[in-house]
């Protein structure tokens, strides 16, 4: 029965891993042009804050086959063994990575909105550059962990080169736990606190002011539940592991299910994408529109085709 559940489990994994990358990794592709083209014609903070957002999507995708391959293989890391923790610290730090970007295009919406004549005067492509910097040192500096735990593991004789990140001996536990409290609290809690003060806001003020338009008000709205959604559904689980793993003295059992939750969060980005940039709406229209064209073109062919057969046919008759 155990066997069993160890094969289900496997396969659910490797399930949602798939998943994830077969939607995750087309809609980042047409992020990472349509934010590319945007900074590069007419950056805008939120534009550049989002396209580092979808860079680290992207890294994330990157390494992602090769955790399937861990999961087809029985959760066995068969890779040489220097890749595990590369691929540790990409899998882990897009989570802290997008929870610290999502944060600040959370406050320079707040701000615009709070704020817009100061906002104007002082918005700067190069305040987004420099925010973004400070969240990739923050997010990588905190996920170095990931190497000081395998060095730890290297050391330990019961070392298995075919666990990677897993199985953490007490020594290992010592570092960790107290690191992932203060992952809730730094990367988790203070940036979902930040963004629903702001979001809130936002709302509040758009509604107070009968002037500005319908689309305006819903795309607010949009925002705010996208973001929340991803904070909810994505990081939550995963960094109340931390409090009760940091409690209990010990890495929850569930906490590996909370993990895969995290991986959806390269999917609902783009739905934040969505209603954040209109240059993404224009990007996923025309994609839509030469996919109906294609499609028309090919119902055409065919047609074609088989009257020219059917004339074909008469003809020899």
């Known amino acids: 029965m155990l066997q069993l559940f160890k094969e289900l489990s496997h396969a659910v994994i490797l399930s949602v891993y798939i998943v994830t990358f077969l939607i995750g990794l087309p809609t980042n592709i047409l992020s990472l042009c349509a934010f590319s083209i945007k900074v590069h014609s007419k950056p805008m903070p939120t534009d550049i804050l989002l396209l580092n957002l979808t860079v680290s999507d992207l890294l994330f995708l990157i390494v ?8 087809a293989s029985e959760m066995k890391w068969l890779f040489p063994y220097f890749l595990c923790p590369i691929t540790s610290f990409f899998f882990f730090s897009t989570i802290y990575t997008s929870s610290l970007l999502l944060m600040a295009v959370s406050v320079d919406r707040y701000l615009g909105v709070a704020f817009p004549v100061r ?7 190069l305040y987004a550059g420099i925010a973004s910097v400070i969240i990739w040192v923050v997010s990588s500096g905190h996920c170095s962990i990931v190497f000081i735990t395998e060095h730890l593991l ?12 897993d199985d953490f001996s007490q020594e290992q536990l010592n570092i960790l736990l107290p690191v992932r409290l203060e992952f809730f609290f730094v990367i988790f809690l203070a940036p979902l606190l930040i963004c629903t003060f702001c979001y809130l806001s936002c709302i509040r003020i758009l509604y107070s002011q009968p002037r500005i338009c319908q689309k305006k008000k819903k795309k ?7 973001t929340l ?23 929850p059992d569930w906490r590996s299910y909370t993990l895969l939750l995290s991986t959806f969060n390269t999917c609902l980005d783009p739905i934040i994408f969505y209603f954040s940039s209109s240059t993404f709406q224009n990007m996923l229209n025309t994609v839509s529109c030469f996919q109906e064209k294609s499609q028309l073109t090919i119902t055409c062919i065919r047609k074609i085709s088989l009257y020219f057969c059917d004339f074909i046919h008469k003809l020899s008759n």
Do not use: W
């Not at 004789?157 to 666990?163: I, V, Y």
């Not at 607010?220 to 996208?226: N, R, S, T």
């Not at 994505?234 to 592991?241: A, K, W």
């Open 64 to 71: 992602l086959p090769l955790k399937m391959h861990e999961a």
């Open 119 to 125: 906002y104007r005067l002082m918005q700067k492509p």
């Open 229 to 251: 959604l991803v904070f909810v559904i994505c990081f939550l689980p995963y960094n109340v592991s931390h409090v009760i793993g940091f409690l209990e003295g010990k890495s």
């Open 220 to 226: 607010a709205i949009g925002m705010a539940l996208g």
């Open 154 to 165: 290297s050391r330990n004789t019961s070392f298995d080169p075919e666990k990677c990140y």
